[in-house]
C-alpha cells in the first residue's frame, strides 16, 4: 500500500468522517490544541530560559525540569492527540501541504535537541547547576528549543492559511 | 460599532495591511507565541496559589518571578490583537465572543493586579499567612485564561 493510500484510509475513518460533518468539532480541537500548545512551549520555554542563565522562579535547573517536565510530556501528549484529529479530517491534503511537513520535520528536530540534551550535558547537571550561567552546551540546546519550536508555532498557523479546513 | 468597523476597515493603513500576505500569519503568529509565555507564567503562579506546584517555593517569590512576564506577554498580546483587528475590524468588534474574550481578559488582569500583586510584598517570607480564598484565585486565573483562549479560537467560526 502506497503512502497516499494510507492517508486516504485515514481520512475515511468513522471519526475523521464525524469531524467532517460537524460544524463545532473542528474548531473544539483547535481550541483544545491551541491550550495544549500554549502549555508545551509555555513550559519548555521557562526551562530553555533557565539553561540560557535566566532564572525564573528556582534557581535548580534539575529541580525545574523534573517539575515542569510532566506538564509538558501531558500538555504535548494532548497536542498529538487533538492534532492528530485535526489532521484525519483532512489527511490526504494534510499530508501533500509543504508548511504541515515542515512543521512535523522541525518537531522531530526539537526531539532529537532534547534527546541531545538529555544524554550529554544534562548528564553533568550535578556539576552546573548551582551555577547561575550553565555551560555552553545547555545555553545551546535552550536557545535551539525555542528558536525550533517558536517555528513549529509559525508553520502550524501557517498551515491555515495555505489549507482550509477539508 | 458598525459605522466605526466599516470606517476602519476602510483605512489606508487596514487597506494595506490585510492586502500584504504575510501580515496576518505573522501576527497571529506573534499572538500565539506571546500566548504561550502568558500560558507557562499563568501556570506556574496559579497552579503555586492553588497549592499544587512549587510549594516548596514561597508565593510571593512565584508571584514575583512571573509578574513583569505575564504583563510584558500581555503587552505584545495587546498591539498584536489590535493590528488583527484594525485589519479586520467586522469579524471582531461586532462579535460577541470578541467581548466576551475582553472581559474574560480584564477579569484575569484584575485578578492579577488586585488579589496576586499584593502578595509580592511577602517574597521570601515563607511563614507569612496568606488569605484562605487564595487557592481559589489560582483555580479561577487559570479557568479564566483557558476560557478566554477557547473564546479567541471562535471569533474565527461566528
Not at chain 1, 41 to 62: E, P, Q
Request: glycine share 6%; charged share 10%; aromatic share 10%.
Amino acid at each position: 500500500m502506497n503512502i497516499e493510500a494510507i492517508f486516504q484510509r485515514i481520512y475515511d475513518l468513522p471519526f475523521a468522517d464525524a469531524i467532517r460533518q460537524s460544524s463545532s468539532l473542528f474548531p473544539i480541537l483547535e481550541s483544545i490544541h491551541v491550550i495544549a500548545l500554549t502549555l508545551v512551549f509555555g513550559t519548555i520555554a521557562i526551562v530553555d530560559l533557565r539553561l540560557l542563565g535566566i532564572r525564573l522562579h528556582r534557581s535548580s535547573a534539575k529541580s525545574l525540569i523534573a517539575e515542569l517536565l510532566p506538564y509538558t510530556w501531558g500538555a504535548f501528549a494532548l497536542a498529538v492527540v487533538s492534532g492528530g484529529l485535526l489532521f484525519s479530517s483532512n489527511a490526504v491534503l494534510y499530508a501533500q501541504n509543504a508548511q504541515f511537513q515542515a512543521k512535523m520535520v522541525l518537531i522531530l528536530l526539537a526531539g532529537i535537541n532534547m534527546l541531545a540534551f538529555h544524554s550529554t550535558v544534562f548528564r553533568r547537571i550535578a556539576d552546573w547547576d548551582a551555577q547561575g550561567t550553565p555551560p555552553a552546551a545547555a545555553r545551546l540546546a535552550g536557545l535551539s528549543s525555542i528558536a525550533l519550536w517558536s517555528a513549529v508555532i509559525v508553520c502550524g498557523r501557517w498551515v491555515g492559511f495555505t489549507l482550509s479546513p477539508f | 460599532m458598525q459605522s466605526f468597523s466599516d470606517w476602519l476597515y476602510a483605512t489606508a493603513l487596514s487597506t494595506t495591511l490585510r492586502e500584504t500576505s504575510w501580515v496576518v500569519p505573522g501576527l497571529q503568529s506573534i499572538h500565539i507565541l506571546a500566548l504561550a509565555f502568558l500560558v507557562g507564567s499563568a501556570l506556574v503562579t496559579d497552579l503555586r496559589l492553588a497549592g499544587v506546584l512549587a510549594t516548596d517555593v514561597d508565593q510571593g517569590s512565584v508571584i514575583k518571578a512571573y509578574f513583569s512576564r505575564i504583563f510584558n506577554a500581555l503587552l505584545v498580546l495587546l498591539l498584536s490583537g489590535s493590528l488583527l483587528v484594525l485589519i479586520e475590524p467586522g469579524r471582531t468588534l461586532g462579535n460577541t465572543l470578541f467581548w466576551t474574550k475582553m472581559g474574560l481578559i480584564l477579569t484575569a488582569v484584575a485578578l492579577t493586579w488586585l488579589l496576586k500583586r499584593p502578595l509580592i510584598a511577602s517574597e521570601g517570607d515563607a511563614a507569612r499567612p496568606v488569605p484562605p480564598y487564595i487557592k481559589l484565585v489560582g483555580w479561577l486565573s487559570l479557568l479564566i485564561w483557558i476560557a478566554a483562549i477557547f473564546c479567541g479560537r471562535w471569533i474565527a467560526y461566528t
